[in-house]
């Protein structure tokens, strides 16, 4: 269809105008023949059966409570498909009206463009009517929101279902709400103990809400394929997730068109006069909430953060497995849907050079061309983009871009200053994660003085080849090592730190550990000897006093936690074993390898500023801690145990470190870290020490510092931090991650 050169933009704005006109009839208007007596037969509003199950949660109704808040789950998940189909039962509606803007004119124009989209929408309103009551089609509370976008509602049914002895079922909710809160502690212990109970099986452990982030499924399994080489797994997998990723991209947009929308003033924002003026912002809305979908879909199930350039990334991730799988034309095909993102980019057209010549120069084969999937995105998104940065500079508008690979030309000339600003900030923050040699922000300088007399460094960052990271030989004497070795053997209980679990981090190991205080107090049952305790006390005083003066730390490093730790092969389960006895990981952010990223946010221990291992032994096979970079792959630093030993480096993302797999005998280390934050402080350390000076036998005080009044210091440290605002998570404490 033709569209008059100067109503362009006006013929894309009222394609958005259709959400407008939807919303003012769903808030205007009840459907009219359909509702009486088959309401019953209707979608009911999901935040009011929500609200209801919470209400009878709190009177301890437990099967109301158990039916009302399922139904607002899957009332919610059969809205979302009535507004879909809706969507495209409503497609050809006012078609006739909208084949006669070819030839319309003047008035006519405007005319025959409000016909088609009033006809559109009124089409929408009546689909849905068949299927969902008036009160369910109106916007629900930011509340609501929230709390479904959290999955608060199987945070109440795990409890729900553990209350009618239905287990199964409780620790399916339990396990859907903890994908999406990784810190939540007390959901974490509970799933710990669901598999230890009778009659949950390993089925029960199922995200319900998987069905939404297949695309991410998709994505992690073409990793592993690329990780193992298999590139023609690599290869499907990939395309899936490129399909997947634009259905799902898909799916979120259709569901801003036909979700009614709340109108400026109903969200807080100042209200524009007229109806012109309203339609403009709650159109912008309409177009801001399409954009924001490439975030949404980029966002990992309990994450904060998305991943930058998430559809780019997959086509570059397939064209190269494509090539190496042997189809070039497909790799050809991609990485000219890949240009159209980056069309300058110099790696993608060095590789279209390689792609060309490998297929003798055959560059106009239909199979060669761009995927039309995505110039169709590409287009409906630069469309989008410059009717949102016009409605920023004339309309007072606020926008956030959410792709990097948006053209300068898109932005108007008095916006591109500060768009560029933006832009710079986030490639420095993305560049982090690719530079070859990183710069440690943790605020240590490794080159210090050694305090201890008869201590060596043995590897430095020199040797190490890395930052901030040293092996110092002579920390114990080997009538040390045996003392302490002993005690591991007397008082260490399986799993200790991870609930029991006796192989927390591989089938073919058993993990032990022990504590400051549990050692104390076990001598205080007479289990242990007192000089045993105090001396794996002092060595962790010792290593945290090596360690602050070899990284220059600042004035103030205090303990955050100290533990014995075991790992013993098991005999008869260790031929033709691959994996490790723990995987690479990095101590106070998540690691993300494939995109080079460290996420410094829960559940990660991120107030860890200092790791170190302490050896006891080496009369084992394997157990090497390595270095690696942030790829995970590329090893950069090994380290062999031996007594008296001890490996310190910074926590953070320039030391990502894992740990080879202990094929024979027991290999047993002080794991030790260190904040610069009073507030995380092993308050267990003080508590062993106070048992001690009740016992008459006093401990120098350590850390620096002093008592707080004469009241006992609480278990945990991370209990006195401040209560974080993060989407309403708390802070784990459980899973040491010990090395």
């Not at 799902?248 to 003026?277: A, I, K, M, Y």
């Not at 053209?407 to 560029?420: A, F, T, Y």
């Not at 922000?441 to 040797?463: C, K, N, R």
Request: charged letters at 25%; one cysteine or more.
């Amino acid at each position: 269809m033709a569209v008059p050169s100067g109503r362009r933009a006006v013929y894309v704005a009222l394609r958005v105008f259709i959400g407008a006109l939807i919303t003012f009839f769903h808030l205007t208007s009840a459907t009219p023949g359909r509702v009486g007596s088959s309401v019953q037969s209707l979608l009911q509003p999901y935040d009011w059966l929500y609200y209801s199950g919470v209400r009878s949660y709190f009177g301890n109704e437990w099967l109301s409570a158990a039916e009302l808040l399922e139904k607002a789950v899957i009332t919610k998940e059969s809205l979302s498909r009535v507004r879909r189909q809706c969507h495209d039962e409503c497609a050809a509606a006012g078609r006739d009206a909208f084949d006669q803007l070819d030839s319309a004119g003047g008035s006519l124009w405007d005319l025959w463009t409000l016909d088609w989209i009033q006809r559109k929408a009124e089409c929408l309103r009546f689909c849905t009517g068949r299927s969902v009551t008036p009160a369910a089609q109106l916007p629900v509370s930011t509340d609501i929101e929230y709390e479904f976008s959290t999955r608060n509602a199987y945070n109440f049914l795990q409890v729900i279902y553990y209350k009618l002895e239905k287990l199964q079922k409780a620790a399916s909710a339990a396990h859907t709400y903890f994908v999406a809160n990784p810190s939540h502690l007390e959901m974490r212990n509970n799933i710990e103990k669901y598999r230890r109970m009778e009659g949950v099986t390993e089925e029960a452990f199922q995200d319900r809400e998987l069905e939404n982030e297949r695309h991410w499924v998709l994505y992690d399994s073409a990793v592993q394929y690329e990780a193992s080489s298999d590139w023609v797994q690599a290869s499907e997998k990939w395309k899936a997730c490129v399909n997947r990723t634009l259905w799902q991209t898909d799916e979120c947009r259709v569901q801003c068109e036909v979700t009614p929308q709340r109108l400026p003033e109903d969200r807080g924002v100042e209200s524009n006069h007229g109806v012109f003026e309203k339609a403009a912002a709650l159109s912008l809305s309409l177009l801001s909430c399409r954009q924001s979908c490439v975030t949404q879909v980029a966002t990992r199930p309990g994450r904060l953060s998305s991943q930058e350039d998430f559809l780019p990334t997959q086509l570059e991730h397939l064209h190269i497995a494509q090539f190496k799988a042997g189809d070039v034309s497909g790799a050809v095909q991609t990485l000219r849907s890949l240009l159209l993102f980056y069309p300058s980019d110099k790696d993608s057209l060095d590789n279209l050079h390689l792609y060309y010549e490998t297929l003798g120069g055959d560059t106009e084969s239909p199979g060669t061309q761009p995927a039309q999937e995505i110039v169709g995105y590409i287009s409906r998104a630069l469309e989008e983009k410059r009717l949102l940065y016009f409605g920023v500079e004339n309309l007072d508008f606020s926008f956030t871009d959410p792709d990097l690979w948006t053209p300068e030309h898109v932005v108007p000339e008095s916006l591109r200053n500060n768009w560029r600003a933006e832009k710079e900030k986030i490639n420095d923050k993305l560049k982090e994660g690719e530079q070859v040699e990183e710069v440690d922000e943790s605020g240590f300088f490794s080159g210090g003085p050694v305090l201890q007399a008869g201590v060596t460094i043995t590897m430095d960052d020199e040797l190490m080849n890395g930052t901030n990271r040293v092996v110092l030989d002579g920390v114990m004497t080997e009538k040390e090592c045996d003392t302490i070795l002993q005690l591991a053997k007397a008082a260490a209980s399986a799993g200790d730190g991870y609930r029991g679990r006796r192989s927390p981090h591989t089938p073919h190991e058993t993990f032990e550990g022990l504590t400051v205080l549990r050692a104390v107090k076990l001598v205080q049952d007479g289990m242990v000897n007192q000089s045993d305790a105090r001396l794996l006390h002092e060595l962790g005083e010792r290593v945290r006093v090596l360690l602050h003066s070899y990284f220059r730390s600042p004035p103030d490093l205090f303990t955050s936690f100290t533990h014995l730790v075991c790992r013993s092969a098991i005999a008869g389960d260790q031929e033709g074993r691959l994996d490790l006895s723990h995987p690479v990981h990095v101590d106070n952010c998540l690691l993300e390898p494939e995109t080079n990223q460290c996420w410094r946010e829960p559940p990660a221990f991120i107030h860890r500023d200092l790791s170190a291992i302490l050896y006891l032994n080496d009369n084992f096979d394997g157990g090497e801690l390595f270095f690696t970079n942030r790829d995970a792959k590329t090893i950069t630093a090994r380290v062999k145990p031996s007594c008296g030993r001890l490996v310190g480096f910074s926590s953070g993302p320039v030391n990502p470190h894992g740990v080879t797999a202990v094929t024979r005998g027991r290999r047993c280390a002080l794991a030790l870290w260190f904040t610069k934050e009073k507030i995380y402080r092993d308050m267990e350390r003080e508590e062993a020490e106070l048992l001690w000076a009740a016992d008459g036998k006093s401990v120098a005080k350590k850390d620096g510092e002093e008592p707080e009044g004469g009241a006992p210091p609480a278990r945990n440290a991370r209990s006195q931090a401040p209560t974080e605002r993060s989407r309403g998570r708390g802070r784990v404490t459980g899973g040491k991650d010990e090395l």
